[in-house]
């Protein structure tokens, strides 16, 4: 009689006992090998993409104005190189509707030194230049080069555009000659004048100039934010270094501290974390208090709309009101947290120190988190300047452009050497061959779009990578640590060298295939990010409860297979195997202790948040007090910033990220760990023939907890 086939359990089968098993397994072979082969052609790619965008893009285009001939304005090496900024002939005719149509202002457009000071006609100056010739040394640095006198008409330089018909009193913003307009008595001016004679013969009033200051404005609003906040961190760069430099410091001393003293760096962890938030709660209080009294107590966030000067928000009770009360939450959670899970709390402590005892032995995993950020620096950077570079490339586009719009060969490409030899010059009388864009019609140029979304998507998968080799890489040194017989005699030598050797020479591909289908989900999710912020202003409800649910359901699939990933990651690192089968793997063994699993993981997570949150929070609070001038007395900072929030947010934030680089050296180590003692339980069953290789005291901890969990689940 045949005997049965014992069925498949969806669990998988548990591990079961191997004398020789000594840990990670030293007898690998390459795994993935078709993705490390489209990993690496893609990388090659992605140079390659680089090599291209840099032969055509050009970054000046994004520091520098270009004047109506292509030229930058203040680049060094230039005949341009004392003149930074963009003077327009007739602002004016900046007010047509044809400056948002074509993004150009259809006028001349020079570079000079500085902008004028006075009003002055191209008439006036030519009747003062007959008896004194400095007249026409000051009006002439904002005409044409090639104009040597002024001896032509008004009529002539109307068709010509040799020279403005008119200056007036200007100042530079964005690096742009804009009128210098002033208030007197409630009354608009500019140069104490409400008109002004145009040049032409026309009397011109000061709104007109105004209306076409706002023509360009809506052009440059949003750059002005950005350039606003490339001056704060021109300004306070020393600062932010300095900042991120002692928030690495502080969570090296916090990393060494947990070695020692765990059980009571939580209490600081926990405290620290209390604190901040609770000082945050109280100077919002102070400054919602302050603007109680104020004129502008009773305007809301409703009546002033959106503003690009957002420092005007800071100046509302609203906003102050609406972070305490965010502060506020934030602190009741934290809080019935802390209550509702302290029994778990010491389980994650228990399972902290035994971490601290495998960093101990293998201190150079606290160093491996450096590598990270190095690789991490370059892959960002490589993608930023490649995104600038690609933005920029192109030839000088230039585009026929007439003051009216009513010429038949408006908005054309042409050449500005013939221009006024063609036809088009002829037909269109005052029409111009101005400046537009940077442009092409090659292949390269059509394909872009393309190149920016490779540019992007490659970006993501090298940061994933980088992140999984890093995660595969500790895991091995730490599987090492546990399944070492005696520990630290049988720990074998440089485990951390040893692990990323085996991840880089064996796992590429593996590691390629784990960060693939990561970027592949992020790619998604930026891509519906994009969807939702072009499609906002549509009416149909269900399309945006269809974009909503598939937001909801990318975040979590993205959280999910990061989990997954992670302990792939581990079970690569210990038995070498391809990509699918460690995650199966993975994923059975986590079935299998599914209890254990909820009652550690996200503890644990939850304590070592708490300690970012108390590294960046301390040196946020610190940044706070400098970049206000609040501690004058001990440091002075930085004091001509625009908006103080800028550096300070770059710190918290940078604070934050390396806190969470040193960090994920104990989260890894912990996870490792327990993948482990899962392994170990299952192999072995704590007899003389079969000991446990984890400490008896935290296994202890360990099935203590679980036959609670137990307990109360009956």
């Known amino acids: 009689m045949a005997r049965k086939r014992k069925p498949l359990s969806i669990k998988g089968d548990p ?69 930074s900024i963009l003077f327009y002939f007739n602002l004016l005719k900046c007010a047509s509707p044809s400056v948002m149509i074509n993004l150009q202002c259809p006028t001349t457009q020079i570079c000079v030194s500085k902008c004028p000071e006075r009003f002055v006609t191209y008439v006036e100056m030519q009747v003062s230049t007959k008896n004194n010739r400095s007249h026409w040394a000051y009006y002439k640095q904002f005409c044409k080069t090639s104009f040597v006198m002024p001896k032509k008409s008004l009529t002539e330089i109307l068709l010509d555009e040799d020279c403005p018909t008119v200056i007036f009193p200007s100042r530079p913003f964005l690096q742009r000659c804009f009128p210098a307009f002033s208030t007197d008595s409630g009354t608009l001016t500019v140069g104490n004048k409400t008109t002004f004679e145009d040049g032409s013969g026309k009397t011109r ?102 503003q690009t000067d957002l420092s005007i928000y800071f100046e509302l009770k609203q906003t102050w009101f609406t972070f305490m009360i965010i502060l506020c939450i934030i602190e009741a959670i934290i809080t019935i947290m802390l209550i509702f899970l302290r029994n778990r709390i010491c389980l994650a402590i228990a399972l902290l120190k035994e971490g601290s005892k495998a960093i101990g032995y293998i201190p150079s995993t606290l160093i491996y988190p450096l590598l990270t950020f190095i690789l991490i620096s370059i892959c ?20 026929v452009i007439t003051p009216g719009g009513q010429c038949i060969h408006e908005n054309k490409t042409c050449d500005p050497e013939i221009f006024n030899t063609t036809d088009i010059y002829k037909a269109c009388p005052g029409a111009m061959c101005n400046f537009a864009f940077y442009g092409g019609k090659s292949l390269y140029h059509q394909y872009i779009t393309i190149f920016q979304l490779y540019n992007l998507f490659a970006f993501l998968w090298l940061i994933n990578f980088v992140l999984a080799l890093g995660q595969c890489t500790l895991a091995g040194a730490f599987a090492a640590y546990y399944w070492a017989t005696k520990k630290p005699d049988d720990i074998p030598p440089f485990p951390l060298f040893t ?36 499609l906002k202003n549509a009416h149909n409800k269900v399309s945006k409860f269809l974009q909503c649910c598939l937001k909801c359901c990318f975040w979590c699939l993205e959280k999910m297979v990061k989990f997954l990933n992670r302990n792939a990651y581990i079970m690569i690192a210990i038995y070498g195997k391809n990509f699918c089968k460690s995650a199966r793997d993975a994923f059975n063994l986590l079935m299998r202790n599914v209890v254990r699993v909820a009652v550690m993981d996200k503890v644990t997570e939850f304590v070592l948040l708490l300690g970012k949150i108390l590294v960046a929070g301390s040196i946020g609070i610190l940044a706070f007090l400098l970049f206000t001038q609040r501690i004058p007395m001990i440091l002075t900072g930085p004091t001509s910033l625009n908006y103080y929030w800028v550096p300070m947010l770059t710190v918290i934030f940078g604070s934050f990220l390396i806190a969470h680089g040193f960090f994920s050296v104990y989260a890894m180590c912990v996870d ?43």
Not at 29 to 35: E, W
Not at 242 to 247: C, D, E, R
Not at 500 to 528: D, E, K, N, P, V
């Open 15 to 83: 591990r079961t006992f191997e004398p020789d098993f000594k840990g990670p397994v030293s007898n690998r072979s390459c795994t993935d090998v078709l993705c490390c082969i489209i990993f690496l052609f893609f990388i090659v790619g992605y140079i390659l993409l680089g090599l291209v965008a840099w032969v055509h893009g050009d970054p000046r285009r994004v520091a520098y104005p270009t004047d109506s001939q292509g030229h930058f304005c203040g680049q060094k090496g230039t005949p341009n190189e004392n003149k």
């Open 380 to 399: 960002i950077s490589y993608w930023a300047v490649t995104a600038v570079f690609l933005a920029t490339s192109g030839t000088p586009i230039y585009k």
């Open 499 to 534: 692990a990323f050797g085996r991840a880089i020479r064996y796992h590429t591909g593996s590691l390629a295939f784990g960060s693939l289908i990561l970027a592949l989900i992020q790619m998604f999710r930026i891509i519906l990010e994009y969807m939702d912020h072009r």
């Open 205 to 306: 009033n000061v709104m007109e100039l105004r209306a076409a200051a706002n023509g360009i404005n809506r052009l440059l609003k949003g750059r002005s934010v950005g350039t606003k906040v490339f001056e704060d961190y021109s300004t306070s760069w020393f600062w932010i270094l300095m900042g991120l430099i002692i928030a690495m410091v502080l969570s090296w001393v916090f990393l060494i501290l947990l070695k020692y003293t765990a059980g009571f760096l939580f209490w600081i962890f926990m405290l620290g974390v209390l604190g901040i938030i609770g000082y945050g709660i109280w100077h919002c209080f102070r400054e919602y208090q302050r603007l109680q009294g104020s004129s502008t107590s009773e305007l809301t966030i409703y009546d002033i709309g959106i």
């Open 672 to 714: 490792t760990l327990f993948i482990c003692f899962c392994e170990d339980l299952e192999r072995n069953d704590g007899s003389t023939e079969k000991p446990y290789f984890i400490s008896p005291s935290l296994h202890g901890i360990l099935i203590k907890k679980q036959l609670v969990s137990r307990e109360q689940n009956k």
